[in-house]
């Protein structure tokens, strides 16, 4: 499960669970009680067998993890994720957020993720840019900057990338293949985003 937790304002804290490669549920609530929102999602973790729940630990996110901490006895884990952290691999990527996110992007190149239709999810998704730093590192643009365009927070990409995050040096976990998939754009504009490097992202049609 990744976990993204809302901040303040029009914010919203979302769940998205995965089974492999498969996004079996898209949850959100308007709340921003860390008791409440931990509660939430050991809730889901119990109710869909989920083995690891992921959280933003950036601001009040850590609250969530430190409470789910306590409420897990030993039935699922609790990683903690901070995409401000130096990448994996720093000669790419500026930070953990654009690796994750890049892992994310791979996943849809190679037809490897299946999402249910959300169209908020996918708006959000299409409108994701980033750009490479003077030491060719990879920049994904400030949550903020996507809320300006969007009027809202992406709070469900955000969850996404989460949910396939990693603590390890792969940044993102090893695809698993499924039957179902349902990606938004085409082949063409994944390959299209290969050879050319556009600044946006391969699920923008």
Not at 4 to 26: E, L, T
Not at 139 to 156: A, F, N, Q, T, V
Request: aromatic fraction near 8%.
């Amino acid at each position: 499960m990744g976990n993204d937790v809302a901040y303040g304002g029009n914010d919203k804290s979302v769940f998205i669970i995965r089974k492999g490669s498969k996004i079996v549920h898209i949850g959100e609530i308007d709340v921003r009680d860390t008791t409440y929102v931990s509660g939430k999602a050991n809730s889901l973790a119990l109710e869909l067998g989920v083995q690891n729940i992921k959280v933003d630990v950036i601001g009040i996110g850590a609250g969530v993890h430190d409470q789910l901490n306590n409420m897990k006895a030993g039935r699922y884990e609790v990683t903690p994720i901070n995409v401000a952290e130096k990448a994996f691999d720093s000669e790419k990527f500026l930070n953990r957020r654009a690796e994750y996110y890049d892992g994310l992007r791979q996943r849809f190149f190679d037809h490897d993720i299946s999402i249910p239709a959300d169209e908020e999810l996918e708006e959000e998704l299409a409108t994701i840019k980033y750009r490479f730093n003077s030491r060719g590192q990879m920049r994904i643009e400030e949550k903020d900057e996507m809320k300006k365009r969007l009027g809202r927070s992406p709070d469900k990409a955000d969850a996404l990338m989460l949910a396939f995050a990693t603590q390890k040096d792969t940044a993102w976990e090893l695809p698993y293949q499924t039957e179902e998939r349902i990606i938004p754009g085409s082949r063409e504009d994944l390959s299209g985003f290969a050879m050319q490097r556009k600044e946006r992202w391969p699920w923008d049609s």
